[in-house]
């Protein structure tokens, strides 16, 4: 059986562990709350990289860039537009195109992944910079280009596709700037039906575009 002192010595004990988890959560809260507040305020731009990922179906999970006209393409949801948006406003759009193909509204999560790189400072005189193409084209190899010169500008420059080429299976692969590598997908067809708007991406320094080999009947 515990005294008065047994008593007071437990209260100071729970006093304490209440002041400690109070100064915690404290500390913490206004953590979130900015981040809330960032993410809420933050408006899409073009070349950031957003992160889409679909409860109800994983296969549509993937990392989609925004292209030059501010738009990113969706299986299933088609084109939608992010530039100028919040990040809520991206999901609920996307959200709302894939309903009809769902028995219920999807659960749709959209991220930032990463932003785009600052313009760079403008100057007089044209720059150039060096990309590289793979696989089955007119000219493989690196080509230097100039700079603002998109994927389509630059399949023009290199004399088009070989009889063998995949053109629904094209590759964009670009790194970051921690060095990891992104792959997103090009389809020239969607492209030449104006379904998708990827080919007017402006390249980057060090991207590689592949071009793979058609499979037997594609």
């Known amino acids: 059986m515990l005294g008065p002192k047994g008593f007071a010595r437990n209260e100071r004990k729970i006093s304490m562990k209440h002041i400690f988890t109070l100064a915690a959560a404290l500390f913490v809260l206004p953590f979130f709350a900015a981040s809330a507040v960032a993410q809420d305020s933050y408006r899409v731009k073009s070349g950031d990289v957003l992160q889409v990922e679909v409860l109800e179906d994983p296969s549509i999970n993937r990392q989609v860039l925004v292209t030059p006209d501010g738009r990113i393409s969706l299986p299933l949801a088609g084109t939608v537009l992010a530039s100028g948006r919040s ?8 959200a709302g195109k894939l309903a009809p193909n769902f028995a219920a509204p999807p659960t749709v999560f959209v991220s930032v992944n990463s ?12 720059s150039t910079i060096d990309v590289y193409v ?38 964009l692969r670009r790194k970051d700037k921690s060095g990891s590598e992104k792959v997103y997908n090009i389809n020239y067809q969607d492209i030449l039906a104006e379904q998708s708007s990827i080919g ?10 592949i071009v793979p080999q058609r499979r037997l009947f594609e």
């Open 115 to 126: 932003v785009a790189a600052p313009a760079p400072a403008t100057y007089s005189g044209t």
């Open 87 to 94: 990040v809520d406003q991206v999901q609920a759009e996307i």
């Open 134 to 171: 793979l696989g089955e084209v007119a000219n493989a190899g690196k080509v230097s280009v100039s700079s603002g010169t998109n994927i389509l500008q630059l399949l023009a420059e290199i004399g088009g596709f070989s009889d063998f080429a995949a053109t629904k299976r094209i590759q």
């Open 200 to 209: 007017t991406t402006t390249l980057a320094t060090g991207d590689v575009i």
